[in-house]
């Protein structure tokens, strides 16, 4: 069975760095893109990025391109989303997601993870 | 980007009763790849259709998906009360993706 684990909640102030994690399970990590979705308190759905743990080639939504950073640990089959300076508006819940891709920036979604809850409040 | 604009915002229906959701978009969607979601409460979203049409593994065949162009919709032929949820649509034909805001069904 295919399956996505995220890390727990997490709790941090404005300016602080956080890394969450994403384990994958049930497939060739190596084979498949994983991405990131936001959703913030009460809200739609935000892609983020996606990243290929084959060659670690990313794509990041103009949105969030520079404010957030992809990577994985293919040893280890996991995907990371992680910030260097977190602000309050970056409270929300952030789901790690498999996508069924098109072409370069063709692609749904069909596998979520539970998501994790990041809070950010001084 | 393409903006997707979902209606109504609350559906209100009886279980057994059929519910039609719309999604529309600023523009066409390419190749009518549109897929839809569900999410209950405290879930992660889950994917219903995906190519406007298709339903993916394991969804009941209540759920129904159509459209092309610039306008989609899903059905749900009979509510059952697991049925009642949020709904997304998402469109993946050009770049960035982009999601609609949600319609909500629920219990009349």
Known sequence: EVQLVQSGAEMKKPGESLKISCKASGYRFTAYWIGWVRQMP??????????????SDTI??????????????????????????????????????RP??????????????QGTLVTVSS | E??????PGTLSVSPGERATLSCRASQSVRSNYLAWYQ????????????????RATGIPDRFSGS???????????RLEPEDFAVYFCQQYGSSPVTFGEGTKVEIK
């Open chain 1, 100 to 113: 069924v891709k098109y072409a370069v920036s063709q692609f749904y979604f069909d596998v979520w993870s």
């Open chain 2, 67 to 77: 459209g092309s162009g610039t306008d989609f919709s899903v059905t749900i032929s």
């Open chain 2, 2 to 7: 393409i903006v997707l604009t979902q209606s």
């Open chain 1, 42 to 55: 009460g809200k739609g759905l935000e892609w983020m990025g996606i990243i290929y743990p084959g060659d």
């Open chain 2, 39 to 54: 999410q209950k409460p405290g879930q992660a979203p889950r994917l219903l259709i995906y190519g406007a049409s298709s």
């Open chain 1, 60 to 97: 990041y939504s103009p949105s969030f391109e520079g404010q957030v950073t992809l990577s994985v640990d293919t040893s280890i089959n996991t995907a990371y989303l992680q910030w260097s300076s977190l602000k309050g508006s970056d409270t929300a819940i952030y789901y790690c997601v």
